[in-house]
């Protein structure tokens, strides 16, 4: 039976596990390894009821589609629990974007290291409602055992496994910590990434865990390594000065959507749809954990009949080359379109760029391509909307030694090492920032999350494990410097 976890009622039916209810004692705790891994066990019934709450708060940080009080009112939330965990000092810090990062912190033991914990609370809006199954602000568990919402897995569930983490460990943390929960990310904005360059040493530590990514599948810890840098631009093309009868002139009057549609053809290979750009090495092979075909196609939801584009393994395709998109084209729409020659057109292009090439270079090549490729003369404009640098985490330190000492534990098998798709621009600016320190990306989420879009869901076991995980090397970190 589908199940919904309704907060209110959820909350008085289990208020020993709100997140103000008093912590187990330590000293009615089991010990050692197998003792963290029953305490976190036990606490999985609160960490359920953290995220019903959590998910009911609609979060989105874009005041035209939903009222800002709800990410304050979400910040507000994420401060008391992580108060009540132990951290000091928590409070909530306006960012240059008008967001609020929820902060608090540690003090280390006398010569231990530093660990920041970082997480995001705010989400991406449903989209389409009709297209969910289950309503996306309620915590609902469906027959399959996973927990279906709203941020689910990105990222409040990453929030709900460092309070399991830190729970579970009570007073037995030897390093210190530092948190932060930002409250803009899936806009984009930059206001956390701001913040750092401003107050650095809020955030300083040894090693940073920047927990919004996720394992390769259920059952397999990893650490995602790379991350794809990102040049998008808006490209037009006028060949008229205004629409023209199509009867009248339609032949050699030059049309701009086709000139478009000819342009963008080019980004392409013709045979096998892999990205080809002039000037920019699309080529590169991916040596971490691969990502089989199959399961590719299911998690991507590719039609039957349908072949993948590119050459190379998936991982070489996703995770070491170029990728080009199309996100959108603007000309006339079929239904109330004229019998006219349309005299301009533009498409906003997406170019993804893993770690190795510069997203600037990227830009003026994808940007010289498209204008070359015009035909007929046709006059091109490009604005660049943004550039984004790409990102690869050193993995030779003891912070990642501990970690796979950690995910060995806890998952029976060799850490993998994953990329993504995806671009963090807090993760260059932590490197930047902070050169000496090593970034871990981890997290709850998995392929099957569907993570942007309607049905995201989380597996309660990842949420369980990877708090073990977290927890672990929080325990183990020191000995491994």
Not at 272 to 301: N, P, Q
Request: charged share 20%; glycine share 10%.
């Amino acid at each position: 039976m589908t199940q919904q976890m309704d907060p209110q009622s959820a909350q008085s039916a289990q208020s020993a596990q709100s997140p103000h209810a008093s912590q187990t004692s330590p000293s009615a705790r089991p010990t050692g390894s197998d003792g963290l891994a029953a305490r976190i066990s036990a606490l999985m019934p609160r960490a359920q009821q953290d995220l019903a709450e959590l998910v009911a708060i609609p979060s989105v940080a874009d005041p035209r589609q939903y009222p800002p009080e709800e990410c304050r009112r979400a910040a507000q939330w994420v401060a008391d629990a992580f108060a009540e965990a132990g951290l000091e000092d928590v409070r909530l810090a306006e960012t240059p974007d008008g967001s609020h990062a929820v902060i608090g912190h540690r003090p280390p033991p006398p010569g231990a290291p530093t660990v920041l914990l970082y997480c995001h609370y705010d989400v991406q809006p449903p989209l389409d409602d009709a297209a969910w199954t289950t309503p996306p602000f309620t915590l609902t568990e469906r027959p399959d055992g996973r927990w279906y919402g709203r941020g689910t897995a990105d990222c409040k569930g990453n929030v709900v496994m460092h309070l399991t983490a830190l729970r579970a460990l009570g007073d037995d943390i030897p390093v210190g910590l530092k948190f932060v929960a930002e409250g803009s990310e899936e806009q984009g904005t930059g206001g956390l990434e701001q913040y750092v360059v401003q107050h650095p040493e809020e955030f300083r530590a040894d090693a940073l865990l920047v927990c919004d990514t996720g394992n390769a599948e259920v059952g397999t810890g990893t650490a995602t390594i790379t991350l794809r840098g990102l040049a998008s631009l808006v490209v037009t093309v006028d060949t008229l000065r205004g629409e023209i009868h199509s009867g009248m002139f339609g032949g050699p009057a030059p049309d701009a959507l086709a000139a478009l549609v000819q342009m963008l053809s080019t980004l392409r290979d013709p045979a096998t749809g892999a990205t080809r750009i002039d000037g920019l090495d699309c080529e590169g092979t991916w040596d971490g954990v691969g990502y089989e075909e199959e399961t590719f196609r299911a998690d991507a939801g590719v039609l039957d009949g349908v072949r993948l584009t590119g050459t190379g393994t998936v991982a070489d395709r996703l995770w070491a080359r170029p990728a080009v998109t199309v996100l959108g084209i603007d000309c006339p729409p079929v239904v109330g379109s004229a019998a006219a020659v349309p005299a301009t057109a533009r498409a906003r292009v997406s170019l993804r760029v893993p770690p190795g090439t510069d997203p600037e270079t990227a830009r003026e090549a994808l940007t010289k391509h498209l204008t070359d490729a015009a035909p007929w003369g046709a006059r091109v404009s490009v604005e660049t909307e943004g550039t984004g640098s790409p990102f690869r985490a050193a993995t030779d330190g003891p912070a990642y030694a501990a970690l796979g000492s950690a995910m060995r534990e806890v998952y029976g098998k060799e850490l993998a090492f994953l990329g993504q798709g995806g671009s963090i621009p807090l993760c260059n600016v932590f490197a930047a920032t902070y050169p000496e320190a090593e970034i871990v990306l981890m997290g709850v989420e998995e392929p099957r999350c569907l993570i942007h879009a309607p049905n995201e869901s989380v597996d309660p076991t990842e949420i369980q494990h990877m708090a073990h995980v977290e927890a672990l090397f929080l325990q183990t970190f020191a000995e491994h410097r």
